[in-house]
Structure formats: C-alpha cells, structure tokens
C-alpha cells in the first residue's frame, strides 16, 4: 500500500433520488429522475423542475430519531444521513469521530429556515433557537453535535464548488500528516433564495434541464448531501479496512472573467481538469470518464466543453452529467458526484445523457448515450464550478 495515496473507504449519499447512495445508484442506472414540481419550499415557483428530497423536515426528524421540537435546519437533515452512511460504510462509529476531522461544504446554511421566521427575529422571541443556525459554519457544527463531535471541524463556501474543495482540503491533510482520517463532502437543501436567485439570473429551465445538447435552456436546481471517508496507507493497514477507491489527483483554479459565468474558452476548467490530472502522476488519455459539471445553462455545458476539448483533443473521453437526474445540488455537488463516480468504477455503467437530442454545434463531442463503456473504467475526472470562477476538478481512481 502506497504511503503517498489517499485512500476512500466509506462514502454516503442522499439525493432527489432517495436516502442512501444505492437507492440512487439504481435509479440512475435505470435512468429515472428525481425532478418534479417543488412540494416542501414554500415559494410561487412550484411549477419548476427541481430535485426535492422527498421528505419534508418532520419526516427527516423521526427517520433521524430527532425530537420534532428540536431547531434543525433541513441541510442538516440532508447531510446527517449521509455522514452516518459513510462512517458505517468505513467502519467508523460516534466515539471514533472525536479524533477525526470532519469538512463539509455549504453556501446557503439556514436560509431555508431565515427566509420564512424573519418576522419572529424581528418582532417576537419565538425562534430564537433558529438564530445561532443562520451561517454555514453552524450547520457543519450542528451535523457534526449530532454525531457526538469531532477533533476537527471546519466549513468551506465556495458556492457550487465546495464540496469537492472539500475534498481536496481534506485530502491535503492526510498527505502532509495532519491527519489520518477525514470525513469530506458538502450538503446543501433548496430555499426561496436559491429559487428567486437563480431564477432572477434568468438560467433555470422550466422543463427538465438538458445538459449538453443545443437546445439547453439552464438549471434544474435540487438538493441533497455527499460524503466520503478519506484515509491515510497507514490507517487503511492499522484498522484492516478495505478502501473503494482513492482521491488520486486534484485542482483548484479560478479565471475571475464574470460573477456568474466562465470564460469563453473555459479557461478556468481548463486548469482545474489539467491540474488534477497531472497531480495523478495521469495523462489525458488515462481518464476513462469524464462527470462534467453540466448544469444545462448555455454558458456552463459550451464552455465547460471547449475546455474539454483543449484538453483531450480527439481523444475525448465518456462526457455526462447526473444533473438532469438529480438537479444541479450546487454546495453538494461536488460531494455527490464523487460517490457516484465511486459506484461508476465499482460497476462499470455510465451514467446516460438523459434529454440528449442534438449535439452542441461548436463541440466535437457528444454526451454518453450508451452506458456500457467501451473499456474499464479506472479512473474519472469530475469536475465542480463555482460563481466567481472558483473551478475545480477531482480525479478518482480504483483501487
């Protein structure tokens, strides 16, 4: 076992598909969606598509044995589930968390719950426990009181990003020796703000979103949690865990063209895939497949394409992306898309391009159509953009 490598050896997942990363794994592979019009965000917008989680906030509380008049903010909800899977999946249990570092990414925090008490903040005292719950960093303390707490715990907000950022913070540690164990992901649930948000930005489709195909019209937005257990050579052999992949490469970059739109050679994801890459000691033509970011908008999927094609020339690799299944779950994105790349390499079956009909006109490529690959599957790039530029890409490798 390579001292050098990070090793993964638990990974949890919760999505528009359902509660655990098999439940959604089968239906991916069965091509369902999870998208429908919203039910629990109280907003005017229901008739959007969106990957609502399909329980509201009471019902997550008694699945989660959590007392119904106890303040929790539905992030949390989302993300408890998917941490407990990830421990149990690695063997890890409430009174080993104490001495691991537990990162977890998020943007929005307890909007969800601000946007509809703001007037008992104001006028009455009848919420305050909601308060203390309002930034990010209160739902990574809250996800991680519920598991008795860990050693280390730290919150990173980068958008749509932060979760893989996440992951590749976490994954730093371990190689520099600051840690053995890390729990990484990000959650993040939908709200009026994300709706009004986005929409305000005029990139949400009002059909099921079709990513990489000319006639794109933007975002499905959804919701949901993801997770991995990330350990050092040595902690793999003390405990005798058996890992499911590895973190092999990873990069960060940022090309600051637009608030909310990449530049248009994608010079950003460029970097982010390139770097990645040749942090995995790979080349382009060593990735068997690529999870794009994708989120549908016509910005996003030519962009993101052109940077592809800058990379892989004409050795273009299996290009798809989840989110006309699951929504685009922006902070959670990066965390989700990681446990799916994992259940891709274990079963060898991408994920299908639903929606495709017609090739973007400036691209050389078209998405995944046929999900039986054409060679095994060792290695995938997956890719996680952020407003401002904030682009990253993470290389995940079988064992």
Known sequence: MNGKEVYITGAGMVSALGIGKETTWEALKKQQSGLGSVRYVQTVHRDLPSGEVGYSDVEMKALLRIPPEEAYIRSSLLAIPAVDEAMQQAQLNSEDARNLTF??????????????????????????????LIDCGACTEQIADFFGGFRRVSTIVTACSSSANAIMTGADLILEGHADIVVAGGCECLSRYHI??????????????????????????????????????????????????????????????????????????????????????????????????????????????????????????????????????????????????????????????????????????????????????????????GFGGNTSAIVLSQI
Request: hydrophobic fraction near 35%.
């Open 196 to 385: 009004n948000g986005f929409n305000t930005l005029k990139i949400l489709d009002t059909e099921i979103c079709k990513p990489f195909d000319r006639d794109r019209a933007g975002i499905n937005l959804g919701e949901g949690a993801g997770y991995i257990v990330m350990e050092s050579a040595g902690s793999v052999q003390r405990r005798g865990v058996t890992p499911i992949g590895r973190v092999t490469g990873y990069c960060n970059a940022c090309d600051a063209y637009h608030q909310t739109a990449s530049s248009p050679e994608g010079e950003g994801a460029y970097l982010a895939m390139k770097g990645a890459i040749e942090r995995a000691g790979l080349t382009p033509a060593d990735i068997d497949y690529l999870n794009a970011h994708g989120t549908g908008t016509p910005n996003n999927d030519l962009t993101e394409g052109i940077a592809i094609m800058r990379l892989f020339g004409d050795n273009i690799p299996p290009v798809s992306s989840v989110k006309c299944y699951i929504g685009h779950t922006t902070s959670a994105a990066g965390g989700i898309e990681a446990v799916i790349s994992l259940l891709i390499m274990r079963d060898g079956v991408l994920p299908v391009q639903a929606n495709f009909r017609n090739r973007i006109e400036e691209h050389s490529f078209s998405p995944v159509t046929n999900p039986t690959p054409l060679r095994p599957v060792r290695h995938i790039l997956s890719n996680a953009f």
């Open 103 to 132: 990162l977890s990414g998020i943007t929005v925090g307890g909007m969800d719950k601000v946007e509809i008490m703001y007037d008992d903040f104001l006028y009455t005292d009848t919420k305050n426990d909601y308060v203390r």
